[in-house]
């Protein structure tokens, strides 16, 4: 089989890549990043350096594949990020149809199901409906919940202030979680398999845990078992995003996120269609890999 995948060697497609590979399939990965090339081709695939915002290179690269994993890469270089993400599917979709593929793995998010006041997810939302808008062309719309390593983020917080916390809720909400080796299995099991039909929506998830336990057990494995969760105000986390340097745009979109996962809308449809974690890395696992980078 011949497989295409988007998002370079990031924390999902790289080990995507590797289980692909393994199998004794050809594989291209797409980066725009040249000095990637290398450690692209040393895991055995081939690198197409280009840009997702060329619409001639997707097509062509796209061309002749059985399968394309699809996802729309994080920037903080673009000044209107639901403008970006609306491009880039807008590319997507012309590639798909002027290649002929038809065969794809969507990377989309928990949140999807609103269509937009989910902050960065409103983009991912906006290419599921633009797949939905292609004949013949099977489609698995993956989306996982909120990245573990997202928490990577509130490090400089743990270390300065002695607390966990952003805008997402009370301690003792439930909060859905993944891994991203976790979607890159889930990824992988489609791609190898070319057996889904239609338009398709698969929930992604690794353990349901509350903001309260999220930060025991991320306390615990860095020696801070008294760690608390605290919940922000909006105005709050997003003058702390600023004050990170973190462009307004993206700040603004990221508090909105907070404020549609703490509201229980962005959650809303994986408990409606009463979801399960089908992952294996549970919040302890994790908590492990948390307190490596935290001690780095």
Same mark, same amino acid.
């Given at each position: 089989?011949?497989?295409?995948?988007?998002?370079?060697?990031?924390?999902?497609?790289?080990?995507?890549?590797?289980?692909?590979?393994?199998?004794?399939?050809?594989?291209?990965?797409?980066?725009?990043?040249?000095?990637?090339?290398? %450690?692209?081709?040393?895991?055995?695939?081939?690198?197409?350096?280009?840009?997702?915002?060329?619409?001639?290179?997707?097509?062509?690269?796209?061309?002749?594949?059985?399968?394309?994993?699809?996802?729309?890469?994080?920037?903080?270089?673009?000044?209107? !990020?639901?403008?970006?993400?609306?491009?880039?599917?807008?590319?997507?979709?012309?590639?798909?149809?002027?290649?002929?593929?038809?065969?794809?793995?969507? @990377?989309?998010? /928990?949140?999807?199901?609103?269509? %937009? +006041?989910?902050? *960065?997810?409103?983009?991912?939302?906006?290419?599921?409906?633009?797949?939905?808008?292609?004949?013949?062309?099977?489609?698995?719309?993956?989306?996982?919940?909120? =990245?573990?390593?997202?928490? #990577?983020?509130? /490090?400089?917080?743990?270390?300065?202030?002695?607390?966990?916390?952003?805008?997402?809720?009370?301690?003792?909400?439930? =909060?859905? @979680?993944?891994?991203?080796?976790?979607?890159?299995?889930?990824?992988?099991?489609?791609? @190898?398999?070319?057996? =889904?039909? +239609?338009?398709?929506?698969?929930?992604?998830?690794?353990?349901?845990?509350?903001?309260?336990? /999220?930060?025991?057990?991320?306390?615990?494995?860095?020696?801070?078992?008294?760690?608390? !969760?605290?919940?922000?105000?909006? %105005?709050?986390?997003?003058?702390?995003?600023?004050?990170?340097?973190? *462009? %307004?745009? =993206?700040?603004?979109?990221?508090?909105?996120? +907070?404020?549609?996962?703490?509201?229980?809308?962005?959650?809303?449809?994986?408990?409606?269609?009463?979801?399960?974690?089908?992952?294996? /890395?549970?919040?302890?696992?994790?908590?492990?890999?948390?307190?490596?980078? #935290?001690?780095?």
């Amino acid at each position: 089989m011949k497989y295409i995948l988007t998002g370079s060697i990031g924390n999902i497609s790289k080990p995507l890549a590797n289980t692909l590979i393994a199998e004794g399939h050809q594989v291209t990965i797409i980066s725009n990043n040249e000095s990637r090339k290398a %450690e692209i081709e040393n895991l055995g695939a081939k690198a197409a350096i280009g840009s997702v915002s060329d619409k001639i290179f997707l097509a062509n690269t796209f061309s002749g594949a059985d399968a394309v994993y699809l996802m729309i890469p994080p920037t903080f270089s673009v000044s209107d !990020w639901l403008g970006y993400q609306k491009e880039i599917a807008e590319n997507f979709v012309m590639a798909i149809q002027q290649s002929g593929v038809k065969n794809i793995v969507q @990377l989309s998010s /928990i949140g999807a199901h609103m269509g %937009e +006041g989910a902050g *960065p997810i409103d983009g991912l939302a906006y290419l599921e409906k633009r797949l939905d808008g292609i004949e013949g062309i099977n489609v698995i719309k993956l989306r996982p919940s909120y =990245f573990y390593t997202n928490f #990577y983020t509130l /490090i400089d917080m743990v270390k300065h202030a002695g607390i966990l916390g952003s805008n997402l809720g009370e301690g003792d909400q439930p =909060f859905v @979680l993944t891994h991203p080796e976790d979607i890159a299995d889930a990824a992988a099991k489609h791609l @190898l398999a070319l057996n =889904f039909k +239609g338009q398709t929506i698969e929930y992604v998830s690794s353990d349901i845990r509350s903001f309260s336990e /999220i930060a025991t057990a991320l306390g615990y494995a860095i020696d801070k078992p008294e760690l608390p !969760w605290i919940n922000f105000s909006d %105005e709050d986390t997003l003058q702390g995003m600023l004050q990170s340097g973190l *462009p %307004e745009v =993206f700040a603004k979109s990221y508090v909105q996120m +907070g404020k549609s996962i703490r509201e229980g809308l962005i959650q809303e449809d994986y408990f409606k269609r009463n979801e399960k974690p089908q992952g294996k /890395i549970k919040l302890e696992d994790f908590a492990k890999e948390f307190a490596q980078v #935290y001690n780095n």
